[in-house]
């Protein structure tokens, strides 16, 4: 059998979806492509196995027709009525899916009566000024599409740092135990922990660069190589991102590791220094240039190159210039929080809302991780296309986790919510909902468009909620898909400690949101931190991993870090803005 992942067969379906509503196709001939998609999300078993034994009948939101279409794909691999719907169109009319913010109805309207049908159309289409005269679109609209084109641009050849991590991790494990490698590590901004990456970045010492450079450009990740240098080699992975790897000898090593790690602006400063004391630094030594320079120590590791200007060791993340010198002369840095300092966590959904897991997997999950407790917070009913929850489903929810916790030891589950936060900052349960549970995250899931004052006001009233413990996700951002939205973060930050609200670290790796450049601010204001992972299946709750090293960009340790708290202290923590009433 062809092997068509569910995966694959979800992107066909919405892909027809959007392509029947371009097509200007009965709504409810679309919402059967949306909703079969939906459905097997939300599947459990293997999507081969079902078909191969015809038992895909009888599951809710997957009709006779889709079905059929489900069975074809997953048997032969294609789907003839999927390939004569795409050749119906210009092949980069896909592109334009991709624009933030243009949705399927605006497309529908952009290809009939513009013919914009690549990225390129649409550029020239807006330039022109064209857009902005089409029904229903308006000179705003064709500015924030500029806008969105300016950002797929800018994202163009980045990649979420999930998808870099862990290509990065299995070419360094590999690559670890080669007998010729001496010493090795992930460089860039894989190892800086930054959000996006371009590439990926690997040094390895060695004595022999030609076994090592040959066993990179030969591991199965590998697609095609594009540089086979003798100290560089670059190829392309098969999951489309380019990795670099730099070979250099053991003595080399700290300097070709400080190099390549960056940021470039963090190098720019620690070469300026070198220069005044009359010394050179590149990415192979450090070595006196003027006949007076002062002698230079020997030098085996990084932390031998910070100590010789007078600096503490310089964690990666904080690489960035942006104030990790001072601190680090002064002995100032923060000793950056770990996953292990991580005791639970609070923002995550089940299959009551849009998740994928029972409770009991969710907490099985999170024992195994070594978390001693796990915050459920499924959707409240306003966001119904994610299944929301009301007050009788909350409630009963609320029961069955009562029973589950009679049976552990040492472990929890929180009942809580994701409630939404309505277009006016009001909440989408009364009081008398929110009261009984252990914490409630108040989150954005609609009306983003509002204009900054606005938006800074909605947040800021639900805050000043009792029963809100933290707010989620800050400005709604989807990296490298959609843009904050307007939101005055100070003003927030200052609601935040005013009120004793948590602000979440969202670790989603397509959100990271609060951004990771603001927490020191929120820091100093004295604003808790709470990292969630927004987990909507198991597995979801690996993404604490992203969350951690975007709080420790941030300069975040565990004392700003509520969830690094045991479960011993958590409950009366959880209970104190509301004991404040
Ligand atoms: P990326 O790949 O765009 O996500 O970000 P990086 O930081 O990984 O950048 P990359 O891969 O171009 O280069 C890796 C490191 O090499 C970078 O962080 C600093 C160093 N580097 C590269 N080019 C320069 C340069 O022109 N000057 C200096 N000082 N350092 C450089
Ligand atoms: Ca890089
Ligand atoms: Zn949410």
Redesign the pocket.
């Known amino acids: 059998m062809p092997s068509v992942t569910r995966d694959q067969v979800i992107e066909v379906l919405e892909r027809i979806a959007l392509l029947l509503e371009v097509q200007g196709e009965n709504p409810f001939k679309i919402r059967a492509y949306h909703n079969g998609a939906r459905a097997l999300e939300m599947l459990e078993d293997d999507l081969g196995t079902l078909v191969r034994e015809d038992k895909l009948k009888g599951i809710p939101g997957i009709g006779e027709a889709l079905r059929e279409k489900i069975s074809t794909l997953v048997t032969t691999g294609k789907l003839p009525y999927y390939n004569e719907l795409v050749a119906k169109f210009p092949p980069e009319l896909f592109e334009l899916f991709d624009v933030p913010g243009l949705g399927p109805k605006k497309i529908k309207a952009l290809y009939e009566k513009l013919q914009v049908a690549s990225l390129a159309d649409l550029q020239k289409a807006c330039q022109d000024n064209k857009v902005a005269g089409l029904d229903g679109f308006g000179a705003k609209t064709q500015e924030k599409i500029l806008h969105g084109l300016g950002m797929l641009k800018q994202g163009a050849g980045?990649h979420l740092v999930s998808v870099a991590a862990h290509a990065s991790s299995t070419l360094l494990d590999d690559l670890r135990t080669h007998p010729e490698t001496i010493r090795l590590s992930a460089?860039?901004?894989?190892r800086?922990r930054?959000e996006?990456?371009?590439?990926i970045?690997i040094i390895v010492s060695t004595k022999n660069p030609a076994a090592i450079s040959r066993a990179f450009r030969e591991h199965p990740l590998v697609e095609s190589v594009l540089a086979a240098g003798e100290t560089k080699s670059s190829v392309m992975l098969k999951n489309g991102l380019q990795a670099?790897l730099r070979v250099v000898t053991d003595e080399e090593y700290p300097f070709a590791l400080m190099?390549?790690?960056?940021?470039?602006e963090?190098?720019?400063v620690l070469?300026g220094l070198a220069q005044d004391r009359g010394w050179t630094l590149n990415?192979y030594r450090l070595a006196p240039v003027k006949k007076d320079a002062p002698e230079i120590p020997a030098i085996h590791e990084e932390r031998d190159i910070y100590e010789l200007f007078g600096f503490d060791y310089i964690e990666p993340e904080l690489r960035e210039n942006r104030g990790e010198f001072e601190a680090a002369a002064q002995h100032k840095l923060p000793d950056l929080v770990k996953l292990e300092q991580l005791k639970g966590t609070f923002h995550n959904h089940t299959r009551a809302s849009d998740g994928r897991a029972t409770l009991a997997e969710m907490a099985a999950a999170a024992q195994e991780l070594g978390l001693e407790y796990l915050g459920i917070a499924d959707h409240s009913k306003a966001s119904f296309q994610a299944n929301g929850l009301d007050a009788a489903r909350l409630e009963k929810q609320t029961a069955d986790i009562a029973a589950l916790n009679k049976d552990f030891q040492g472990f929890r589950l929180f009942s809580g919510t994701e409630c939404d936060i309505l277009k006016d900052g009001g909440l989408d349960f009364p009081d008398s909902v929110l009261s009984p549970l252990d914490y409630v995250v108040a989150s954005v899931h609609s009306s983003f468009t509002l204009g900054e004052a606005e938006m800074t006001k909605r947040l800021i009233r639900a805050m000043e909620n009792p029963h809100v413990t933290m707010l989620g996700h800050l400005t709604g951002r989807i990296l490298l898909k959609r843009e904050s939205y307007a939101v005055n973060v100070p003003a927030v930050l200052d609601a935040a400690a005013a009120t004793g609200t948590f602000l979440e670290l969202n670790a989603d790796p397509h959100r990271l949101d609060m951004d990771w450049r603001w927490w020191r601010l929120a820091k100093e204001k004295g604003v808790r931190c709470v990292i969630n992972p927004d987990a909507h299946a198991t597995e979801g709750l690996q993404n604490l991993y992203f969350g951690i090293g975007a709080a420790r960009k941030g300069w975040l340790t565990k004392n700003d870090v509520v969830n690094c708290l045991p479960l011993g202290k958590i409950i009366a923590v959880l209970a104190e803005k509301k004991s404040r009433i």
């Open positions: 980045r460089g860039g901004s894989t800086r930054n996006t990456v371009h590439d970045d670099d190099y390549f790690t960056g940021s470039k963090h190098n720019i070469r990415e």
